[in-house]
């Protein structure tokens, strides 16, 4: 195990992996260079990559912009996942090809949810000050 990590921390060698995955798996996206009709036209964008110990492994986060990844778009960078590591090894020069598994990222839409229940109850609160400031001027 690396010096100064615990089991469940990644280490310095699967942050350094995973962020260069993420990135070019984003230029290649930006690109059109996953060549597929189910991505035709879409935005997706890869939020976050982790790698697994081994750098064998990597979970990419994938949204699109304006929503959840549709279930398409997924099967699509799914099915393109092991070209799309043998990609990745060859341009990182890593002995093996990461097995890339894409999972729809809930990160914004759970950021929206939460900004909504914000919002609601920051409304509620000001509605509540609304009334008793109504109340004692009478």
Not at 104 to 117: P, Q, T
Request: hydrophobic share 40%; no cysteine; charged share 30%.
């Amino acid at each position: 195990m690396a010096r100064g990590s615990s089991a469940s921390e990644p280490s310095q060698r699967q942050l350094r992996v995973a962020e260069q995955i993420r990135h070019l798996l984003a230029e290649d996206l930006m690109r059109g260079e996953i060549h597929d009709t189910r991505l035709a036209g879409r935005s997706i964008t890869v939020g976050e990559v982790r790698v697994s110990r081994d750098l064998r492994h990597a979970t990419v986060f994938a949204s699109e912009l304006g929503g959840r990844l549709q279930p398409a778009a997924l099967l699509a960078l799914e099915q393109a996942g092991a070209r799309l590591g043998a990609r990745m090894a060859r341009r990182m020069n890593l002995k093996y090809a990461p097995r890339l598994h894409f999972v729809a990222d809930d990160l914004f839409d759970e950021a929206a949810r939460m900004e909504r229940l914000l919002s609601n109850e920051r409304a509620r609160l000001q509605q509540d000050d609304d009334e008793e400031t109504d109340g004692t001027q009478e």
